[in-house]
């Protein structure tokens, strides 16, 4: 099986893409389907989770280490990253050589980090914009032309992928200072580099919650151990809704699965793009494609409800060798869909497909 090297990896390039540029993956995210029943949300049992002792675990660990509010993407780093009190945690996984290290707790580096260049009051402003570069899927080549070439570009790539037209785009150049903060791509062992964080944190491994890590099978990578909370009226709740649709990686690169452990007064769910909402229920797994749009739901008539999930990410057909810093593909690679290795109990050991 081929090696991957990461010092290799150029700067301006995230490794995952990197790897994927150099290999046919394209091929199989375009033509590979599961060859269990094709779903867009796949729900798992888990006879082996001691529930209420995972989540006495949880509460046990965000006293012990922390809990670390979610940095809003849509802020930049100079606007303290636009901290809140409603969504944050603690990472179970983190990467040793993280370019900003110093400034973010290694607990806290899969909770967000701020991006360049866009201005704090656009998203608020045209949300129908920022709504329509996810839902075609656009918006991470977005962030990566918006962070080395400014603002202004930023317009300009809307603009030449008819996420806005003409009057638009010289209408919001007119409104909005053309900032460039960076200044070069820079994106290897930053938060958009996936598979950079690959090591398990000390919460990982506190208590109950370190018999969820020796389940585990494949390298982890991007994990988080979350809550929802402090959304105490209808408003703010409102706003939850409405801003937190968004993309993540394929689950060809990032296979997540997220079980939940509260879900208080039933009022979370998940809404995922042309598949509607579907209800959290304590003490099972969920794992569908992230690469297509979904938002979290919370009942806006159950202000201040509290929900935690344990999100569990690894990379499918890649494993992490620490010692030669390199990535080499797995037996599964272009054998066997994702989601299918779940099912067959490659990712983790115990849990079961609910029909």
Not at 273 to 296: M, R, V
């Amino acid at each position: 099986m081929k090696k991957f090297y990461v010092d290799d990896c150029p700067e301006h390039k995230t490794v995952h893409m990197w790897i994927a540029e150099s290999l046919d993956m394209q091929h199989y995210i375009d033509t590979m389907k599961p060859v269990n029943d094709e779903k867009l949300l796949y729900r798992f049992e888990d006879p082996i989770l001691d529930l209420d002792a995972t989540i006495q675990a949880s509460y046990d660990a965000f006293a012990r280490f922390g809990w670390h509010d979610f940095k809003n993407v849509y802020g930049s780093v100079s606007d303290s990253m636009m901290k809140n009190d409603g969504y944050g945690g603690l990472s179970t996984v983190y990467n040793k050589e993280y370019r900003y290290y110093n400034d973010v707790d290694p607990n806290a580096q899969t909770l967000g980090y701020g991006r360049s260049n866009i201005p704090d009051n656009f998203m608020y402003k045209h949300w129908d914009i920022m709504d329509k570069l996810i839902m075609e899927r656009l918006d991470k080549d977005y962030w990566a032309e918006l962070q080395q070439y400014g603002t202004h570009h930023g317009f300009k790539y809307m603009l030449d992928n008819n996420v806005i037209n003409e009057e638009q785009y010289k209408e919001f150049c007119n409104e909005f200072e053309d900032r460039n903060d960076v200044g070069k791509r820079i994106n290897k062992n930053t938060y958009s580099c996936t598979w950079g964080f690959n090591s398990w944190s000390e919460p990982a491994k506190f208590g109950e919650l370190n018999k969820i890590v020796e389940r585990v099978k494949r390298t982890p990578i991007r994990g988080r151990l979350v809550s929802m909370r402090n959304l105490y009226n209808e408003e703010r709740v409102a706003i939850a809704n409405k801003y937190l649709w968004h993309t993540d990686d394929s689950w060809f690169y990032e296979l997540r699965l997220i079980l939940n452990l509260t879900n208080e007064k039933d009022a979370y769910g998940i809404a995922i793009k042309d598949n509607g909402e579907q209800k959290y229920i304590p003490g099972e797994w969920h794992c569908f494609n992230t690469g297509i749009a979904h938002c979290p739901t919370i009942n806006q008539s159950m202000p201040g409800a509290e929900r935690i999930n344990y999100v569990c990410a690894v990379n499918p057909w890649f494993d992490w060798i620490e010692e030669e810093r390199c990535w080499v593909q797995n037996e599964f690679y272009g054998n066997k869909h994702p989601v299918d290795m779940v099912i067959d109990g490659d990712v983790i050991t115990g849990i079961k497909l609910k029909g």
